[in-house]
């Protein structure tokens, strides 16, 4: 069983099951740099990483605005037409 914490309340855990995997990642996978300190770090170190270890993935990047904001509609929306997968970098 693994654990799946929620930031928002942890007072009241809730129990989530994972979605079944197949082992095989495919694709596109989409990098969203939220403009935090650093996520750009993050996200070039695991773009390296991907990339050696699932050369027939495609990787794209993608860059928010400002972290103090959502996400403009039009770049998710993008995102969504555009990656199977997508990772959002929070670094500080």
Known sequence: MTTILD??????????QLTPRSGEVSGIVGL????????????DRLDEQLQTKL????IRRYTKPTFTKPCPDDLRLQIKDECDFVVEALAD
Request: aromatic residues 4%; hydrophobic residues 30%.
């Open 32 to 43: 969203l740099d939220i403009r935090k300190p650093r996520g750009d770090v993050f996200l």
């Open 7 to 16: 930031p928002t309340d942890e007072r009241v855990p809730v129990e989530r």
């Open 55 to 58: 050369p027939g993935v495609e």
